[in-house]
Antibody, heavy 121, light 107 residues
Framework: EVQLVESGGGLVQPGGSLRLSCAASGFTFSNSWMYWVRQAPGKGLLWVSRINGDETSSHYADFVRGRFTISRDKAKNTLSLQMNSLRVDDTAVYFC??????????????WGQGTTVIVSS | IVMTQSPATLSVSPGQRATLSCRASQTVSSNLLAWYQQKFGQPPRLLIYAGSTRAPSIPARFTGTQSGTEFTLIISTLQSEDVAVYYCQQYSNWPPTFGQGTKLEIK
């Protein structure tokens, strides 16, 4: 069964850091682009970042560029998101998702359950 | 590309047809438009991609259509389990963008 399981969310003060992880199973992890998408409370979906299978290419939304870093560990089949200089408006559920068809096209066919990040003093 | 969904909320009786709209601010190449269903407290689930192709295991009552920059998701015979928020997403231009969602309720 194809599965993505996120962890690492929590409560952090503004300016703090948090590292999210996403454990992947049931597919060839290294063949797929992987994504982070977030959803603020009661709001819609926003793409955050993505990385290709061999970590040679990554992209960030403007509102996280320079603060967040995406990475992956092929040996552990794990995707990560290092979040620094967190702001109150980063509060959201963060979803890990797989790019479909082993393609760079940002169609997302498998999603994790999400992990909640709350930035508050 | 800005994706605009309408209506914001739709209330439909069980067994009736639900029609959800999504308009793109510019051309979405090759119909690279997806629909996702998000039930309360769950992650999004891919329903439709390439404008009209159902994802695996998605029931046939879900249909995607396209006319110019207007995309439509039709649920032919609404069931109680279809209560959710539905999002469209274009993936033809970078960055990928989602609509703001249509909340589908049972009347």
């Amino acid at each position: 069964e194809v599965q993505l399981v996120e962890s690492g969310g929590g409560l952090v003060q503004p300016g703090g850091s948090l590292r999210l992880s996403c454990a992947a199973s049931g597919f060839t992890f290294s063949n797929s682009w992987m994504y982070w998408v977030r959803q603020a409370p009661g709001k819609g979906l926003l793409w955050v970042s993505r990385i290709n299978g061999d970590e040679t290419s990554s992209h960030y939304a403007d509102f996280v560029r320079g603060r967040f870093t995406i990475s992956r560990d092929k040996a552990k089949n794990t995707l990560s998101l290092q979040m620094n200089s967190l702001r109150v408006d980063d509060t959201a559920v963060y979803f890990c998702a797989r790019g479909a068809f082993e393609s760079s096209s940002p169609l997302l066919d498998v999603w994790g359950q999400g992990t909640t990040v709350i930035v508050s003093s | 590309i800005v994706m605009t969904q309408s209506p914001a909320t739709l209330s439909v009786s069980p067994g009736q047809r639900a029609t959800l709209s999504c308009r793109a601010s510019q051309t979405v190449s090759s119909n690279l438009l997806a629909w996702y269903q998000q039930k309360f407290g769950q992650p999004p689930r891919l329903l439709i991609y390439a404008g009209s192709t159902r994802a695996p295991s998605i029931p046939a009552r879900f249909t995607g259509t396209q006319s110019g920059t207007e995309f439509t998701l039709i649920i032919s015979t609404l069931q109680s389990e279809d209560v959710a928020v539905y999002y469209c997403q274009q993936y033809s231009n970078w960055p990928p963008t989602f609509g703001q969602g249509t909340k589908l309720e049972i009347k």
